[in-house]
């Protein structure tokens, strides 16, 4: 159990363009999930949490307004990058927690975005 | 007080020999230290977790040592395989903050064949 998938798994695209990541948890009930952004040889910085049905809410400096964050199923969470530029690239992961998974976080595979 | 120190940042073994990756805490508040493994352009993945209430948990090869009193947690790993070569972070949680992680600073683990 505690499955985690995103997807894209990795995506390309223009500077200027918005991109959208999912995130599912596949086998349980997510009540929390969160973003994490992760540099290269560097440990997870978590961008924000939500919880279903809820405003996300954002760790300091990270700007609500280009990261916008939905989590509107206790299964899905979206995190959309507005108006991306080269320096949004980055591995962005997700992770989940809920039902019978309270205190534990699994996480998702990870999407990797280039801005060109 | 919210950090999670982790150490050493590398560590290099042989086949067979049992790397030992240590984390200090200071908020006492932490009730949670889950141990991850991430392989490079992966997700992290959950290894094992203790609580504070016990001092040793084993799974597998992998072990977490705990000491409450010093405020550290260990991971050894039992026979190590060129497999287990990866980043190891330690992490921990407490009540009421949505189980929001604190990470440590990683380690980069290579076994040699």
């Known amino acids: 159990g505690a499955v985690v998938s995103q997807h894209p798994s990795w995506v390309i695209c223009k500077s200027g363009t918005s991109v959208k990541i999912e995130c599912r948890s596949l086998?349980?009930?997510?009540?929390?999930m969160f973003w994490y952004r992760q540099f290269p040889k560097q440990s997870l910085m978590l961008m924000a949490t939500?919880?279903?049905?809820?405003?996300?809410?954002?760790e300091q400096g990270v700007e609500k307004d280009k990261f916008l964050i939905n989590h509107a199923s206790l299964t899905l969470s979206t995190l959309t990058v507005t108006s991306a530029h080269p320096e949004d690239s980055s591995f962005y992961i997700c992770?989940?927690?809920?039902?019978?998974?309270?205190?534990?976080?699994?996480f998702g595979p990870g999407t990797r975005l280039t801005v060109l | 007080q919210q950090q999670v120190k982790q150490s050493p940042q590398s560590l290099i073994v042989q086949k067979g020999g049992i790397p030992i990756i240590n984390c200090a805490y200071e908020n006492t508040a932490f009730d949670y230290f889950p141990w991850y493994q991430q392989f490079p352009g992966k997700g992290p993945a959950l290894l094992i977790a203790i609580r504070p209430d016990v001092s040793e948990k084993k799974e597998g090869r992998f072990t977490i040592s705990f000491n409450k009193s010093a405020k550290q947690f260990s991971l050894h790993i039992m026979d190590s395989q060129p497999g287990d070569s990866a980043t190891y972070f330690c992490a921990a949680s407490r009540m009421g903050s949505a189980r929001q992680l604190t990470f440590g600073s990683g380690t980069q683990l290579t076994v040699l064949p």
């Open positions: 992770s989940a927690q809920g039902g019978v998974f309270t205190d534990t976080q699994y």
């Open positions: 086998d349980f009930q997510a009540t929390t």
């Open positions: 939500s919880n279903e049905g809820s405003k996300a809410t954002y």
